[in-house]
């Protein structure tokens, strides 16, 4: 008893270490976190993004757009930059806390010296187009856009006249690791002189990750040695006219903004991780036509920032998000402002990836410790209740508190946890199956299920045959051994004997080669001689057996000797494989050569359909005295209608292929 209890502790153990493996793995991974676990969690977050509730924009954002309608009214694109300045002009008119123009004049007007405005053509202005822009920007409250390139041939640093922001960069004592921002190499900017009359800039730059989607923007890139704003965050500052700014440092992935009591949560390089409010135009857009014939609405661009960019085809430029396959770069930009103002971004936590794999761990050993003391159904039960739970969650978070925690490694560790744990208590309770039948039972009922395995194996239909004709065996055998001659034979003994053992009557088919036997259609002459070989071959492997296990003169092998070898005999001598006539049959012989042709009347169809049962019933009859033992074809007539019953349920298998070749 002391030995049998701490067995099952040991093998509780060892369930319970098998659950845990893949478990420790995930948790290790969501630390580590490889390429390829990354790449994943990209994809894990896309769809809780789609999943969550998306919250509409504020009404603090505005786009006014260089659409369709505005280039057929105005022109092509790009346009004379003393219309952008008049633009300027009529949106701060209109009231808008702060113009970003989502735009980069990095060349002089082509048309720089064409008087063509009104003001022009009233011999108001002087210089050039690009002075007239310059004096619509001094009027304050714009932000021009640049973008920054990383490479050492891009961009010309050297004219461009760009805006740093004021930052104060606060680190852990401890923290020697790298930059919490990119480095840029160079600026695609705007003309100095309108660089310097606006004041105010901020860069462009939003590239998408490595698969083609954006989820993040960086807000903040150092270049030579300063650090810059993007074109929102500058906007944004402008518009709330923040004092101080602070980037707090707290580790390699994380770190925070913080805008005067604005707080913003960033990652380990100053990216900040969108909360889209849908897919495109999902913020008010104004057209610049509008704007520029003085059809907005009153109040409509009051206080607003306003964020001037072009989605006319042809002069967009467009990323695709994890809501949308077109969004275009000003509404990029405009998502990271409202995001800012409304203070509803997506964040990880600080420790979110520790997080993640003590979440994994904790719901892993749960799952690990039920399966091992209550069983794999509960297993399941938990490793679905489980999941659930964390995906759930996972939505709950981002939909509500914009918080991203992961799923993905508690999913990488449950999903595979339940079934290794299943195959190790397979294995487990197999052992022991295996353990008790060999201390049960002796060395001969083994290899007796062993032979018939072999048989499964090789051909599963002949195996699924083998099992239905033990069903038969002992309901012939049974009725059989009421009749007078047969009573002292079929002892319930050996009729249990039989019936377990009435599987093996095609193990000899192992022995038959593959093209013969799967052939559909009939065999030739030389393929049926093949053919019935098959009780010589499964004497054959039994005789094998026997000597390699050392057995001699045993009954139960010797019977099952009887069933394989002589369950093609026929009753008037014309049988294979020895020609054996009459009482000459060994009983299990005359039985097995009944039930064999029963079950490959009506349930296997290699060589030819299948037969009803009544068909079947009546060729048995027929054959009686000529194939079959009258005897046992009258005992067979008595039990026909379970036979059918037996066959029908047989119905719901796998469709039958092959038969037996009588």
Known sequence: MTTAKGADTTNHRLILLCGLIPVLIAAGLALWRPASVASLDDAVYDSLVRFAHTKPPGDNVVIVDVDERSLSTIGQWPWRRDLIGQLIRHLREQGASVIALDIIFAEPDRDGGLPSSPSHRRGKARGT????????????????????????????????????LGLAILQPPDETGEAPFFRAAGAVCALPTLAQAAGNSGFLNAAPDGDGILRRVPLLVEHSGLVYPSLALSAVVAATRT???????????????????????????????????????????????????????????????????????????????PLDTLFTGVEVQATVADNLLEQDFIRRLQFGTTLESQVALVLGIAVAVLVARAGLLWGAIGVASGLATVWFGAVWLLSSKGVFVSPLSSTLGLVPALPVMTLAKFLIERRRAESEVHEKDNAQHLMVQTLLSLTEVRDAETGRHSRRTQEYARVLATQLASQPGFREYLTPERIDLLSSLAPLH???????????????????????????????HGREVILNAERDVGVHDDAILALAKEIVYTHHERWDGTGYPEGLRGREIPVPGRLMAIVDVYDAAVSRALYRQPISHDAAVTFIVNGAGTQFDPAVVEAFVS????????????????????????
Do not use: W
């Open 129 to 164: 187009t690009d002075d007239e822009l310059a004096d619509a920007l001094r009027g304050g409250r714009v932000v021009l856009g640049y973008a920054l390139t990383f490479d050492d041939a891009g961009g010309t640093p050297d004219r461009c006249v760009l805006h740093p």
């Open 243 to 321: 004092q101080d700014v602070t980037l707090r440092v707290s580790n390699v992935n994380a770190s925070s903004l913080a805008l005067d009591s604005r707080i913003v949560a960033l990652d380990g390089k100053s990216n900040l991780l969108l909360r889209f409010r849908g897919k495109k135009k999902t913020f008010p857009y104004v057209s610049a036509a509008d704007v520029l014939s003085g059809e907005v609405r009153d109040g409509a661009l009051r206080d607003k920032i306003v964020f001037v960019g072009t989605t006319a085809l042809g002069t967009r430029e467009v990323v695709a998000t």
């Open 506 to 536: 095609d193990i000899g088919k192992v022995g038959v080669p593959d093209h013969i036997l799967n052939k559909r259609g009939p065999l030739t002459a030389e393929e049926l001689v093949e053919m019935r070989k098959h009780p010589t």
């Open 639 to 662: 039990v026909a209608p379970a036979f059918k019953d037996i066959s029908k349920e047989s119905k719901t298998a796998a469709p039958a292929t092959e038969v037996a070749q009588s």
